[in-house]
């Protein structure tokens, strides 16, 4: 089943002599389950991609649909509702609040929602993560790649459609980053996760049911891997 439907997507930034055409003509389609690379290299487009897939950014043109839902005609509103529950988004960098510890940072997005915890998910998620015992510790009190799993269970814990993740292991060693790789590919797994992540990194690539290049602002390859 089609989960994304990305219709000639482009972007363009700035204007006049400064103006940069981000994404060109951008057409792809995702399945339901599905974990799909993105690569190519800095600048390429990457970021922007995901970030408009995600609603944080809003295409110059084209048409992306999540779930059949055309996601950029909906009103402000309804959009950041779509934000909070149909995606999870993860960081090279984890974005986690400093001031909140490992619970209440995965709970954010289900308060702001105005939602009730669902207790047993939330079990569910810190016991798969690895940080049932760090769950009072706050971000300064963990390691870089336990800060990433805490990301990974704050944009797990609504069960998005679709988690996007833009270089996730960009700031780790490589076990550290391939712990996070098999994290989500378990989320994938055990939950049918759609996942598409940005990689530099060839080996994670690979582990992918599909490796889609950017270029320019372009796609260049578009290969199932498995
Ligand atoms: N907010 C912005 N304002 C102006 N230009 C931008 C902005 N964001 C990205 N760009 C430009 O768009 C192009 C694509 O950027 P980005 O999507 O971040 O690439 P990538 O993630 O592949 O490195 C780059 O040339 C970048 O400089
Ligand atoms: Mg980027």
Redesign the pocket.
């Given at each position: 089943m089609e989960l994304l439907k990305i219709e000639n997507l482009c972007?363009t930034?700035?204007k006049g002599e400064s103006q940069?055409m981000?994404l060109d003509d951008v057409t792809l389609s995702v399945e339901k389950g599905e974990f799909v690379a993105i690569i190519?290299?800095?600048?390429?487009?990457?970021?922007?991609?995901l970030?408009i897939v995600g609603g944080v950014d809003v295409p110059t043109s084209g048409k992306v649909y999540l779930d059949g839902q055309d996601v950029y005609a909906q009103k402000n509103e309804k959009l950041a509702i779509f934000r909070r529950r149909q995606v999870g988004l993860i960081y090279q960098f984890y974005n986690l609040i400093p001031t909140l510890n490992v619970v209440e940072n995965i709970t954010l997005p289900v308060l702001m929602d105005k939602r009730e915890v669902n207790k047993e998910r939330l079990e569910e998620l810190l016991e798969m993560l690895g940080l049932s015992n760090r769950r009072n510790h706050l971000p300064n009190q963990l390691s870089g790649g336990q800060q990433q799993r805490v990301s990974i269970g704050r944009a797990l814990m609504n069960a998005p459609a679709v988690m996007l993740a833009?270089e996730p292991t960009g700031n780790l060693d490589s076990q550290n980053g391939q712990e996070i790789i098999k994290l989500m590919k378990e989320s994938n797994k055990k939950y049918g996760q759609t996942l598409i992540v940005?990689t530099h990194d060839e080996n994670i690539a690979l582990q992918a049911d599909r490796i889609i290049g950017?270029s320019d602002?372009k796609i260049s390859r578009n290969e199932r891997v498995r």
């Open positions: 972007k930034y700035g940069v981000a190519g290299s800095s600048g390429s487009g990457k970021s922007t991609l970030h833009d940005v950017i602002g």
